[in-house]
């Protein structure tokens, strides 16, 4: 079945630091790939997406490029902010069904 | 603005009763809703498809008694934990697939204590 393996963490960085996140993919047929965010007590905020290979999904300063060769979607942000720390999700989506979820890395940024 | 509801956003109730979570499409019609359930610091679990007009499917290992589920109309999921125990204190969140390829758009979240 469809699976997403992220990076365990916490991870924590001093502002201004460069972030990546591993996250890589099994699924079968052509998956969308997604990041959500979750700020501490709220739900989930979508981050970025893509939809086919090779796309790359960008927002806030984020960037992660859908990987089929190494079936990856890493994130990355060259420098973070203390208002990022929050918990990232990689999930994937295949047709109208449920998102699979990635286990979620909590993010922590020191000023 | 949001496209997702749920309603309450934090219930605290006693051991025994059960409570009822709604979930609205603001947006648009859905035939589709998700359930999902978050333990505090993990990740969400599906717990079950909400289907209008049919039965809800839900995941192995997912009680369907305690966890009713209702599909009322093409805007409104409601999902009812019944004789609620401590256990089953989390995040509750709800789903519904978007226009765009595999997009999903997700309500802020029901936090239950069960006392």
């Known amino acids: 079945g469809d699976s997403v393996t992220q990076m365990e963490g916490p991870v924590t960085l001093s502002e201004e630091a460069f972030l990546t996140i591993n996250c890589t993919y099994t699924?079968?047929?052509?998956?969308?790939l997604f990041w959500y965010v979750q700020y501490p007590g709220e739900g989930l905020q979508l981050l970025l997406k893509a939809t086919k290979a090779d796309d790359k999904g960008s927002n806030k300063g984020f960037e992660a490029t859908y990987r089929k060769e190494t079936t990856s979607f890493h994130l990355e942000k060259g420098s973070v902010q203390v208002s990022d720390s929050a918990v990232y999700f990689c999930?994937?989506?295949?047709?109208?069904?449920?998102?699979?979820f990635g286990s979620g890395t909590r993010l922590q940024v020191q000023p | 603005g949001a496209v997702v509801s749920q309603h309450p956003s934090r219930v605290i109730c006693k051991s025994g009763t059960s409570v009822k979570i709604e979930c609205r499409s603001l947006?648009?019609?859905?035939?589709?809703m998700f359930w999902y359930r978050q333990f505090p610091k993990q990740s969400l679990m599906l717990m079950a498809t909400s289907n209008e007009g049919s039965k809800a499917t839900y995941e192995q290992g997912v009680e369907k008694d305690k966890f009713l589920i209702n599909h009322a109309s093409l805007t409104l999921s409601t999902l009812t934990v019944t004789s609620a125990h401590p256990e089953d204190s989390s995040f509750y969140i709800c789903?519904?697939?978007?226009?765009?390829?595999?997009?999903?758009?997700f309500g802020p979240g029901t936090r239950l204590t069960v006392t």
């Open positions: 999930a994937l989506g295949t047709g109208r069904r449920a998102l699979t």
């Open positions: 699924a079968t047929g052509y998956p969308s």
């Open positions: 789903s519904v697939p978007g226009q765009g390829r595999d997009e999903q758009y």
């Open positions: 947006d648009f019609q859905a035939t589709t």
